[in-house]
């Protein structure tokens, strides 16, 4: 039973860090290169960890509420996720000739783990209801 919440975790963590590793790549190169403070590699392995714990918390969830788990564990995971867009917009980054434009790069890469997750956990978490 758990085998599926890990795949669930492993596969978004995977189209995840694709997504964000494309998204990066493409502003660096066309927009502003905030390589120096966010580099590719601590965007994939965020998504990874991101995946790992996403997927054990809905498998707790689902084990403590058997019935209202996944309606519990998505409210609490989109109520984070757009809690966690905070961080960018009140961060103050030093070193970089534009830090105004941070918030508009990192703010995208908040949402894409999240949409990733929910979308897919219909099609690999099956549940006998």
Do not use: C, Q
Request: proline share 6%; hydrophobic share 55%.
């Amino acid at each position: 039973m758990f085998n599926s919440y890990f795949n669930l975790g492993i596969i978004s963590g995977i189209v995840s860090s694709v997504i964000g590793g494309i998204y990066a790549f493409v502003y660096y190169k066309y927009m502003f290169d905030f390589s120096v403070i966010l580099p590719i590699w601590k965007i994939i392995a965020t998504y990874f960890s991101l995946g790992l714990i996403a997927g054990g918390a809905l498998f707790v969830f689902d084990r403590l509420f058997p019935k209202y788990g996944t309606l519990f564990f998505n409210l609490k995971f989109a109520l984070l996720s757009f809690a966690s867009i905070l961080l960018p917009i009140l961060k103050f980054i030093d070193g970089v000739e534009f830090p105004e434009l941070f918030p508009g790069f990192a703010i995208p890469l908040h949402f894409f783990f999240p949409l990733i997750f929910l979308s897919l956990s219909p099609f690999i978490i099956k549940k006998n209801l």
